[in-house]
């Protein structure tokens, strides 16, 4: 899934709270500065106050997940791994750190990892959505798009007892549900992920892709220029102009598919012929 | 001229038995092992051999077998006869001999794909083999021996930007309508052994990702009709258009006589190349809607096939993915309208999702008058890890139920379909002359199989063996509708561009379902008016001669 990086960066706020239940380390201090940098991005001074807190306390929870956080936006996969096995040996319950060693796995596309452990991240916190929502992503993967759908669902369901739900949550099941050709159930997922987040371009995106699959072309090409205009979000400019230009094609404007399969191709590497000595 | 051989058809067909095949190429003397030289270096060059063709190289009307075979790794050596190309002589009865030594194609080099194409009209089919730094035209001297040709073919030569490429498939086509093949070949990547890039943890080393590679753009070569060619990749539009070329397939997509290029490109968009006519070609494939798939995702595209699934006269377009790509169907809509996607419907995009395919073709099997698809699958190899699961993959054969829907039937199709390995080129024909469409698949590292087709169907076909006059001696390209009593119009055309980085068998057939008589017999040579034959008995191979008005 393309907004992990948002997943493991709630991810820091819940490791504060884990970290205030248990007693005082010598580390926490400089793992709180830590995640406070994280949480603001400035990935090299968090690093360093992670390794002053790892000083003080090797085996601070916490400060192991945050390492492996910070390797894995650094995408070193490896160093991520072995933060994350060292804090589950410390804490196997650590529920967080059993999601984001799924996360790794998942990421590196293997599966097989990535489902024993979001599955053990469920056990850990049933109520936490991500889990489910990546335990759904993880299943879809591997062929079981029935049991992928339901775990979406619980997802969802998590989240909005919550009352906290996310578009980004919904729209993995709406784009599943579109490929199995299960529209109507389809438009009411994406419909309630637009109402959600209203500025996602990858609500908007997905919804003009189904308008397209409807036979409703000139409304899918409006949904798309809207997708297009937004910022937020994950699908590529790519991807929407490519949808854009089928969409005004079938609507039986070609001049404007044409405008956008210009962009697409000015954004390709031309083949320059001169010889380069 | 007309001239009619095989057997006349019996009795009126039973609906729908099932698609079925049985292994036999230990049996029948096809012994080959194909050598990708991995040694643990995770070499790209690995993934991609290897291609196979079916060509009736000695025109004894039996079709014949050529591999291509890989190197040592990282000299590209053919350091031994294990790494020898191989061609094996039908003997008619469905038993095959190596003959590779007296044809003289054991090759050189690290060999990817083969293109069979009679390239000098002279009756006799040639082979381009393609490969990762260096290719070979072969000219077929009709003895059984072969001469290789590149140098005086002018395809030796070194481009001056981008040296020696990388080939992963070729095809020949008549792209100028001039009556001689012209060679297309399809590029893959920048690649040197000295310099391959390391991916994975170091403790669980991994073959990159194509991302890792800068793309290739593919080349045209013109036939200049004396046994040369000329590289028209720039001045035609090809050359222009940078990919990472993987399967290519060609067709007349719009009805206007010229044939148009397909190009499955691995990890970018597609590309789709009409022809204009005036030895130009524009990409089209973002307009036509055949680039990418319908979320606007670059699949890993490996083999493609170009014809028409739904009998509605025109060509549409398979091709194969990777794990979780789903593989892509698109069908032809005619005209400015392009193509629309057509996996999800027919029930193919979800039934493919888990698969890794490489060649293909989209043939009748049980002649019931609709192209089924059958698939040579495999995981990418030593992706077991990752999966949990094993790399080599049982093949897969999809019936088509009357253009509308694509029915996994493998379960049903023999005890020997259901056996995984590294399965990769595959190239499909009527070995045995009864009327059903076998094939030959490679194996990495692993014996070839020949499915057989066992089909116990007593549906009725046609095969109509094209020769040009005006046009290229195998007609490659020709487009031939087939009207039977029943109603139903069929179409396909000559091609042996199938799959990937393969060659099939150029005649163009059709299964008849229960009609035992073709009523009428259109074909569409370029540039003159359609031939027609009427009343033509089924069951056998109609060997057409092109009219040439005076």
């Known amino acids: 899934m393309r907004n992990w990086k948002r997943s493991i960066g709630i991810g820091a706020l819940a490791g504060v709270i884990l970290c205030a239940a248990g007693p005082p380390s010598p580390g ?62 410390v804490d196997p319950t650590a529920s967080y750190a059993q999601f984001l060693y799924g996360m790794v796995a998942y990421l590196n596309n293997e599966m097989t990892g990535a489902l024993i452990r979001f599955r053990k991240a469920r056990e850990l916190a049933p109520r936490d959505p991500r889990a489910a929502l990546y335990l759904g992503l993880a299943t879809e993967s591997v062929g079981q798009p029935e049991e992928a759908l339901l775990l979406y669902k619980e997802a969802i369901r998590l989240e909005r007892a919550t009352g906290q739900p996310q578009a980004e949550t919904l729209l993995p099941g709406a784009r599943l549900l579109l490929l199995l050709g299960r529209l109507d159930e389809c438009e009411g997922w994406i419909r309630q992920a637009v109402k ?26 409006a949904e798309g220029e809207l ?51 | ?177 001039d009556g001689w093949l012209d060679l297309f070949v399809a590029n893959y990547v920048v690649w040197d052994a000295a310099r391959e890039p390391r991916c994975g943890a170091p403790e669980k080393q991994f073959y990159c990702h194509p991302k890792a590679y800068q793309g290739l753009p593919n080349q045209l070569f013109r036939n200049n009709r004396d046994g040369s060619f000329s590289d028209v990749s720039r001045a035609s539009g090809i050359g222009s258009h940078t990919g990472k070329g993987m399967g290519v397939s060609f067709a007349d997509m719009d009805g206007d006589g010229l044939t148009d290029i397909f190009v499955a490109n691995d990890s970018v968009r597609g590309l789709l190349f009409h022809n204009r006519g005036n030895g130009k070609f524009e990409e089209t494939g973002l307009e036509a809607g055949v680039a990418l798939r319908d979320d606007g995702h670059a699949i890993a595209g490996m083999g493609a096939d170009f014809r028409d699934l739904d009998n509605d006269g025109r060509p549409d377009l398979v091709v194969s993915g990777i794990l979780n790509d789903s593989f892509l169907l698109f069908r032809n809509l005619g005209g400015q309208k392009g193509f629309e996607d057509y996996a999800q419907r027919t029930g193919l995009l979800m039934s493919t999702r888990q698969l890794t395919g490489w060649s293909l073709g989209m043939y009748d099997f ?12 495999a995981h990418l190899t030593q992706l077991d890890p990752y999966l949990g699961r094993e790399a080599a993959l049982p093949n897969r054969i999809y019936r088509n139920i009357e253009g509308g829907r694509l029915e996994d039937v493998s379960a049903g199709a023999g005890a020997d379909f259901q056996l995984a390995a590294n399965h990769r080129g595959a190239a499909f024909a009527d070995f045995d002359n009864d009327g059903r469409m076998d094939a030959v698949v490679s194996v990495v590292n692993g014996p070839a199989k020949l499915f057989h087709n066992i089909t116990g169907s007593q549906s009725h076909w046609l ?53 035992r008589v073709a009523e009428l017999v259109e074909i569409r040579w ?25």
């Not at chain 1, 070609?254 to 962009?263: E, G, I, T």
């Not at chain 2, 051999?49 to 990282?74: E, K, M, R, S």
């Open chain 2, 366 to 377: 049980d002649n019931d008058g609709w192209k089924d698809l059958f698939f040579a699958l």
């Open chain 2, 1 to 177: 001229m007309v001239v009619f051989t095989g057997f006349a058809g019996s009795a009126a067909a039973p609906p729908a038995p099932p698609i079925r095949f049985e292994e036999i190429a230990a049996k029948s003397g096809l012994r080959f092992e194909l050598q990708n030289g991995e040694a643990g270096g995770f070499h790209q060059v690995e993934l991609t051999p290897g291609g196979v063709a079916a060509l009736d190289y000695n025109n004894d009307g039996c079709t014949d077998v050529f591999f291509t075979n890989g190197a040592a790794i990282p000299s590209l050596r053919k350091t031994g006869p294990k790494f020898s190309n191989r061609l094996f002589r039908n003997n008619c009865d469905m038993t095959f001999t190596d003959v590779t030594g007296e044809a003289g194609l054991a090759g050189e080099g690290y060999s990817v794909a083969v293109a069979a194409g009679d390239l000098d009209n002279d009756g006799w089919t040639d082979l381009f083999v393609a490969g990762v730094k260096g290719n070979a035209l072969y000219r077929n001297l009709g003895n059984g021996r072969f001469a290789d040709v590149t140098a005086r073919a002018g395809l030796a030569s070194l481009d001056p930007l981008f040296g020696p490429r990388w080939a992963v498939s070729a095809g020949w086509l008549d792209y100028d309508s």
């Open chain 1, 28 to 89: 926490q201090h400089s793992y709180e500065k830590a995640n406070a940098l994280f949480v603001e991005k400035k990935f090299s001074e968090s690093l360093a106050a992670v390794e002053e807190a790892l000083r003080l306390d090797a085996n601070l929870v916490p400060a192991l997940t945050l390492k492996a956080k910070l390797a894995m936006a650094a995408n070193r996969y490896d160093l991520a791994r072995q933060s994350l096995e060292r804090a589950l040996t």
């Open chain 2, 526 to 550: 370029p540039g003159g008016p359609p031939q027609t034959i009427a009343n033509v008995a089924a069951d056998r191979i109609v060997e057409v001669t092109e009219q040439v008005q005076p």
């Open chain 1, 196 to 221: 959600l987040s209203p500025n996602l371009r990858d609500a908007h995106f997905e919804l003009a892709r189904l308008l397209l699959k409807k036979g409703e072309p000139a409304q899918a090409a």
């Open chain 1, 227 to 277: 997708s297009l205009s937004l910022s937020e979000g994950t699908v590529t400019d790519t991807a929407i102009h490519y949808l854009l230009i089928r969409a005004w094609q079938q609507a039986g404007m070609p001049d404007r598919a044409a405008v956008h399969a210009a962009v697409m191709r000015a954004g390709e590497n031309p083949v320059i012929h001169t010889v380069v000595k």
């Open chain 2, 463 to 515: 095969a109509i063996r094209l020769r040009g006059v005006r046009s290229n001696r195998q007609g490659l390209g020709v487009e031939v509708r087939v009207h039977l009593a029943d109603g139903r119009d069929l179409y396909n055309h000559a091609t042996t561009a199938v799959g990937y980085a393969s060659s099939s068998e150029p005649l163009v057939r059709f299964g008849l379902g229960a009609n």
